[in-house]
C-alpha cells in the first residue's frame, strides 16, 4: 500500500496583507477604495447671490409748521385824552374792538397782561367805543392806522403765527412788543427779517404801519 504524501500546506493570506498591498482579484488589482473629504468655507456654503444693496435711507422729517398768510392781529395800546385805551385790530377782517384782549395760545394773554403791568398801563379804559381811527389792511400783511387827532400810540403787541420762525411753537414765541416800551419777563425781543414795524410810541395823530414779509 502505497503512502500517500500530505499535500503542500495551503498559504493563506491576511486580510492585513491584502490591505496593504492589494492583491490581483480575477485578473484585477484590487485596491483599498480611497474616500475623500472634501470640506467648503462657510462662503462658499452660502447660495450664491447678487451684490447686497444698502439699506434704504431713513424717511424725511415732517414738514415744519406752516406759517400763516396774515398778521393774526395787532393790540394797540393808545393814549386818548389822558386815559389809556386798548384797541384790537383784526387780521383777518380789519375789524377793530375795545377793550382789546389776547388770545390765550402759547401764554400770550398773560404776556399781554404782564407788559401792561411792567409799563404801568394799569387803568385801561373798559369803554367799548374805539377812538376813531382810519385803518386800511391790505391782505392780512400791511397794516395802516392813522390816528385820530387826540389819539398817540404809547405801545403795542403783534400776534403773528409765523414769529416763532419754523417748527412748533414755544411759549412767548409768537408774539412781539414795542420797541421802546418795557418788555415782559419772557418777552422774545425783535421781528423776524422783513417785518417791518413802528419804532417805538408815536405822537398824537401818526400813522403807524405793520408790515409782514
Known sequence: MTRETNPEPKKTVSRRTVVKSGIA?????????????VSMTKAA????????SPPPPP???????GRGT??????????????IVTMKVDGSSGGVSCPASASSDFAS??????YLTANGWTTVSSSHTCPAVDVAFTNGKDLNIGLGSNAKMVGYMVH???LHGTGQPTNGSQVRFSPGTTLPTGAFTSFP???VVPSGP???GATVTFHKP
Not at 45 to 52: D, K, L, R
Not at 70 to 83: E, H, K, N, T
Open 193 to 195: 427779517s422783513g417785518w
Open 25 to 37: 482579484v480575477g485578473g484585477a488589482l484590487w485596491a483599498v477604495p480611497v474616500v475623500q473629504a
Open 160 to 162: 403773528d403765527g409765523s
Open 202 to 204: 408815536s405822537g398824537l
Open 45 to 52: 456654503a452660502e447660495p450664491a447671490s447678487g451684490p447686497t
Open 70 to 83: 396774515a398778521i393774526s392781529y395787532v393790540i394797540l395800546v393808545l393814549s386818548v385824552g389822558g386815559s
Open 109 to 114: 394773554d398773560t404776556l399781554y397782561t404782564n
Open 59 to 65: 424717511p424725511p422729517p415732517p414738514p415744519p409748521t
